[in-house]
């Protein structure tokens, strides 16, 4: 039986890895994207395709040498692109001559068979339906205890005292998380991991900026392709809010849409009506709603040539303007260098800062 | 006077624009559509739109600089679906806005939206409420769609009978005076694939139809092909059809064509930036690997496309074609 693997997205593919193979199958960890990676999927992509279909087809390549056999990845109904990726990865890799299985999850609300078909297909162990049901939700319950250490790292990594602190933790109770198994032991390893974060030094009386960042699900959920900007921002004493985590997203899709008093949707409405693919108006949305929140600035990521976001870009200085918060974006594509983008950070920051000051300042001199 | 409505001459004009004016000429309002692409119109539109987004969203963005200061409103419509299946290109969706919120001093935009996945009776209903902006009571906006959609027919019938729109346009303007050209030693027949915004757009496309003709060679567009024979592509062997109506007419016209194999060269023009295209490209080249019997090009076209490049290697094509064909004559 072929091995599996998937497309890798931050610290995600812990817990699909072991779904899987609770599964049965025997999997094969996707590669965290590299310089390699890169070269490989910039090589065999079509020039203007978005960065994530270049370093997913690079991801896979890799992952095929490491003898996988099998990709499971999700499609999508449109309108973007990113439903069609694995019909073109599947397509590429055939022309390469390899002769691979994809398993395409499609959206279940909408084709529930699709879906049904699928966990079959991957269910080498013959799991029974209610065991299948269990290894989701544990997968799940994981997938959420890896996105809370990730939330605690960005409200910590700008107060450390000691600089690299709160990366090096992190990277630790990673793998305390993906150690677990049952449901409590995942529990208990959260609770452990987010308790470290939490003890690590910190100096309460630092001023801390606030920045939300927004964009294409991709390149904001692996850090790899975003130049880790996460972690440069903390270091430049920015606490960053990120729009999108796995479970976030997954749940907006599969259930309902999440409420702030005031969903992403209406926000961005009067901006942005329509739905025009990948998370450009949610873009426009989350925004308005971190500036609603008293945020300092926002960052957009996006993938170089993304239809959506450059859609979202065209209509964001207007509501920087309305709302008055800076938006600075970032088009990546294999060629953005981290100096180049750190220098820009560096700029941002200072704006805001300053910003935050004059305003404080105002403040007095009028209250 | 009556009331102005400008169109600028980009993206859907080449396939609607009949049918817009003879819809506002029935509510009585005047069209006003921007002139032909110039240098300075593409400036415009490099100053005015994103650096990051296509060529054609560039010359809207152009398009609509012209006609600003000239028309009372702009037409610019909000074109989600049109077939009840396939949708424009995310682009499209946001037109409006992205034109809205990045030009200041626009006139009123009238921005309806049109997807006819959402019953029958949507597009008319869209109609409607153009109609509404100027006053017209239901039964006069009714009987102008009528007339609009009547006016589309015969101009759908124009292209299939082989005009390209431009021709097309001009032939229902004044019918009667339409010429075939006058095309000297024409012995070979090409298909140019791809968005009609950019074909037709002879300033962007660097003249491409009529160079092809100077070389003798008669052009056709997926515009040409009757709509049924597309549809009989399905979804060309993928596992699902690609998205955006005007891709998915370029891959269906390129399969239908290699299949026949009576062409003797296809030709991809794809815009620079374009997202669609990406993929649509490299199946329409993967799709020319399997046959090699018709010569295959991509041509990209960006702001900066020259005349002599251009012209040069087409050219070159047209003559590895008419020297392959002459070769497979003597053969026989
Ligand atoms: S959202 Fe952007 S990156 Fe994602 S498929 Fe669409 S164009 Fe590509
Ligand atoms: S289909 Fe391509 S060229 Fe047309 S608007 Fe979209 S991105 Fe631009």
Redesign the pocket.
């Known amino acids: 039986m072929s091995k599996v693997t998937f497309p890798r997205m931050g610290e995600s593919w812990r817990a699909f890895k072991l779904l899987l193979e609770d599964l049965g199958n025997e999997v094969v960890v996707p590669l965290r994207p590299n310089k390699r990676t890169l070269d490989l999927g910039v090589r065999h992509s079509p020039e203007f395709a978005?960065?994530?279909?270049k370093i997913l087809m690079g991801t896979y390549l890799e992952a095929v040498e490491m003898g996988a056999g099998t990709i499971v990845t999700s499609g999508g109904v449109g309108p973007?692109?990113?439903g069609e990726?694995a019909m073109l990865h599947h397509k590429i890799l055939q022309d390469l001559g390899y002769d691979l299985k994809m398993i395409v999850f499609e959206p279940p609300r909408l084709y529930p068979l699709n879906f049904i078909k699928n966990v079959r297909a991957l269910n080498k162990a013959r799991v029974s339906i209610r065991g299948i049901i269990d290894c989701i939700k544990r997968g799940w319950r994981m997938l959420q205890a890896l996105d809370n250490a990730e939330k605690l790292s960005h409200v910590v990594r700008p107060r450390e005292i000691k600089r690299g602190t709160t990366t090096a933790v992190y990277k630790k109770v990673l793998d305390w998380i993906s150690g677990a198994y049952t449901m409590e032991q995942i529990a208990e390893a959260e609770a452990a991991a987010l308790e470290a974060l939490r003890s690590i030094p910190q100096d309460s009386s630092r001023e801390v900026l606030k920045v939300g960042i927004v964009g294409?699900i991709?390149v904001l959920l692996e850090p790899a392709s975003n130049l880790e900007i996460e972690e440069t921002l903390g270091d430049l004493g920015v606490e960053v809010e990120r729009s999108m985590f796995l479970t976030g997203w997954t749940r907006d899709n599969t259930w309902n849409e999440t409420t702030h008093g005031l969903t992403i949707k209406e926000a961005a409405s009067p901006y942005l009506p329509e739905l025009v693919?990948?998370?450009g108006r949610d873009s426009i949305g989350h925004t308005i709603l971190y500036s609603k929140r008293g945020f300092d600035g926002i960052i957009q990521l996006a993938?170089f040539?993304?239809?959506?976001?450059i859609v979202a870009r065209t209509i964001l200085p207007r509501v920087s303007k309305d709302y008055d918060i800076p938006v600075l974006t970032f088009f990546l594509d294999e060629q953005t260098g981290k100096a180049g983008m750190t220098t820009r950070l560096e700029a941002f920051t200072d704006l805001m800062r300053r910003k935050k000051r004059f305003q404080a300042g105002a403040k007095c001199l009028t209250g | 006077m009556a009331v102005r409505v400008g169109i600028p001459r980009a993206l859907l004009f080449y396939l609607y624009f009949p049918m817009w004016q003879a819809f506002f000429n029935e509510i009585g309002v005047q069209v006003i559509p921007s002139g032909r692409t110039t240098k300075s119109i593409l400036d415009d539109g490099i100053r005015e739109a994103l650096a990051d987004v296509c060529v054609p969203i560039k010359l809207y963005y152009g398009h609509v600089m012209e006609l600003k200061g000239k028309v009372d409103y702009l037409f610019i419509p909000r074109v989600v679906c049109l077939n009840g299946k396939t949708v424009y290109c995310p682009k499209f969706l946001g037109l409006p806005d992205m034109i809205k919120y990045s030009v200041d001093n626009l006139p009123p935009i009238i921005d309806v939206r049109m997807d006819s996945r959402q019953g029958r009776l949507s597009l008319l209903n869209a109609y409607s409420e153009i109609g509404r902006y100027f006053g017209a009571d239901r039964i006069t906006t009714i009987r102008a769609y009528l007339k609009a959609l009547g006016v589309h027919y015969h101009f759908r019938r124009l292209l299939r009978k082989g005009w390209s729109p431009p021709e097309a346009m001009e032939l229902l303007k004044s019918p009667g005076t339409g010429k075939a050209g006058s095309q000297t030693k024409v012995n070979l027949k090409f298909a140019v694939l791809g968005y009609p915004y950019a074909i037709y757009d002879s300033f962007i496309s660097v003249n491409i139809v009529e160079k092809l003709r100077q070389l003798g060679v008669m052009v056709m567009t997926a515009e040409n092909i009757h709509p049924a024979l597309l549809a009989l592509q399905k979804n060309c062997d993928l596992p699902k059809r690609l998205f955006w109506t005007l891709s998915d007419i370029a891959l269906k016209a390129a399969h239908l064509l290699f299949k026949q194999g009576r062409i003797d060269g296809i030709l991809h023009l794809t815009a620079f930036g374009c997202?669609p295209d990406s993929l649509l490209n490299k199946l329409i080249e993967m799709e020319a690997k399997k046959h090699r019997n018709v010569p295959f090009m991509t041509l990209m076209i960006d702001e900066h496309t020259g005349e002599a490049g251009m012209a040069t290697r087409l050219e070159a094509f047209v003559d590895m074609v008419r020297r392959r064909k002459e070769a497979h004559l003597c053969q026989k």
């Open positions: 978005c960065f994530p279909l973007c692109r990113a990726y294409e991709y693919g990948g998370h993938p040539t993304c239809i959506p976001e | 997202g």
